[in-house]
């Protein structure tokens, strides 16, 4: 059974950090890219970040450059989101979603694309007060 777990959301003030977790199972984590969405009330979901697991590549949004990086732990099937200097904009519940690569260039695939996804977690609140 494929799962993914997310965990590490919370209430924090802006200007502070959050380190998201995503705990994937039940596939061969090296052929997927995983990436981290977010939906804040009333919004579309948006695309945040995506990396791929083969070889590290990333992605982000233009709204997260340079305060959010991705990252893998490959060895035990962990994604990471480290969050710095929040916004009360950051603030929503944020998922996770994996979507195999093997047979095509990943780099060809829109990583906020949340239609290209196969599978996704449940999600984890993020709440930045101002």
């Known amino acids: 059974e494929v799962q993914l777990v997310e965990s590490g959301g919370g209430l924090v003030q802006a200007g502070g950090s959050l380190r998201l977790s995503c705990v994937a199972s039940g596939f061969t984590f090296d052929d997927y890219a995983i990436g981290w969405f977010r939906q804040a009330p009333g919004k579309e979901r948006e695309g945040v970040s995506r990396i791929n697991i083969s070889d590290g590549s990333t992605d982000y949004a233009d709204s997260v450059k340079g305060r959010f990086t991705i990252s893998s732990d490959n060895a035990n099937n962990t994604v990471y989101l480290q969050m710095n200097s929040l916004k009360p904009e950051d603030t929503a519940v944020y998922y996770c979603?994996?979507?195999?690569?093997?047979?095509?260039?990943?780099?060809?695939?829109?990583?906020?694309?949340?239609?290209?996804?196969?599978?996704w977690g449940q999600g984890t609140q993020v709440t930045v007060s101002s």
């Open positions: 979603a994996a979507r195999n690569n093997v047979w095509i260039d990943i780099k060809t695939i829109p990583f906020d694309r949340a239609d290209e996804y196969e599978y």
